[in-house]
């Protein structure tokens, strides 16, 4: 398979994973929907495992990718990143077709800690708090770590009431927490 070819194949099947969950979609469904036969999947991914990690990495890439210019194009100081992070969450939550967090779906339906694509989902959790942390940091809060892990509480918990309510404003509640957070945090 040539890689633009893979890559079209990973990108087709976040699409469904997305849609469907994983443990839903089929092989049979993800050859048809993609037009790959199981045959060509099989050769380039032993399993079906192996085709969600390849798809949670381009997810989490796309995301942070997303996330962090959409923060730096709302602000261009680190206070001023961490406070916009709900906006740009509402931005997210209100585009067609949000269907919550692929990470979380994707540990909710592979819940031992120690599965790979539960691993692949904690470490797309980490690098996010580990860049609010940064942020917070560069921001002069006095916990930075304590200031990241809080944030992303609220991120996650906004991402899970936005998903079950249909609705964006969850990010709008969790971004006036934020900001008593981020104002108690930075001097």
């Known amino acids: 398979m040539r890689p633009n070819k ?3 194949l990973i990108r087709k099947s976040l699409e469904l994973f997305n849609r469907n969950g994983f443990h839903a979609t089929g092989m049979d469904l ?7 036969s199981k ?4 050769k380039h991914f032993r399993s079906k495992e192996e085709l969600i990690l390849a798809v949670l990495r381009l997810r989490d890439e796309d995301f942070r990718n997303w996330l962090y210019r959409r923060l730096e194009e709302r602000a261009d100081t680190p206070r001023g990143q961490l406070e916009a ?3 740009v969450l509402e931005e997210w939550f209100g585009q067609p077709g949000f269907q919550g967090c692929m990470f979380i779906k994707a540990s909710a339906e592979y819940q031992s800690g120690q599965d790979p694509v539960n691993v692949q989902s904690a470490e797309h959790k980490r690098l996010l708090q580990e860049h609010f942390t940064g942020l917070a940091a560069r ?3 006095r916990d ?5 892990r809080q944030l992303m509480v609220l991120k996650e918990g906004a991402i899970v009431l936005a ?3 249909h609705s964006s404003a969850p990010a709008r509640d969790a971004r006036q927490a934020g900001l008593v ?5 930075v001097d």
């Open 144 to 148: 930075p770590d304590g200031l990241g």
């Open 181 to 185: 957070l981020i104002a108690q945090a």
């Open 163 to 165: 998903a079950m309510r």
């Open 139 to 141: 921001a002069g809060a």
């Open 39 to 42: 045959t060509s999947i099989y």
């Open 30 to 36: 993800v050859a048809a929907k993609t037009g790959v």
């Open 85 to 87: 992070l709900f906006d």
């Open 6 to 8: 893979r890559a079209e």
